[in-house]
Nanobody
Framework: QVQLVESGGGLVQPGGSLRLSCAASGISVSIYAPGWYRQVPGKQRELVAK???????NYADSVKGRFTISRDNAKNMVYLQMNGLKPEDTAIYYC?????????????WGQGTQVTVSS
């Protein structure tokens, strides 16, 4: 019953902005810290931004100062505001929630949304 649905990807010019959204159901993004990851063909999926369990945020060095992760607990949604986009930001972006309890754990992923930065 856990589902993450992403939206907001598209084509944007270098220096442009884009806002990704992740609608979560069946799991609370306020309880289980969510994050955003990205992947390009032939490469490993990498962390972009995430919340910690303490409510702080972590960012990949490559996106610090440009990307901002946020969440709306009332709507159970997660966002990624991307400013100053660069061609190297081109990737499929995935929303992630890591469920962890004393008796087990699991990763939940969205379907991915394509972000292409090109002039």
């Amino acid at each position: 019953q856990v589902q993450l649905v992403e939206s907001g990807g598209g084509l944007v010019q270098p220096g442009g902005s884009l806002r990704l959204s992740c609608a979560a159901s069946g799991i609370s993004v306020s309880i289980y810290a969510p994050g955003w990851y990205r992947q390009v063909p032939g490469k490993q999926r990498e962390l972009v931004a995430k919340f910690t369990s303490g409510g702080n945020t972590n960012y990949a060095d490559s996106v610090k100062g440009r990307f901002t992760i946020s969440r709306d607990n009332a709507k159970n949604m997660v966002y990624l505001q991307m400013n100053g986009l660069k061609p190297e930001d081109t990737a499929i972006y995935y929303c992630n929630v890591h469920w962890s309890r004393s008796w087990g754990e699991s990763d939940y992923w969205g379907q991915g949304t394509q972000v292409t930065v090109s002039s």
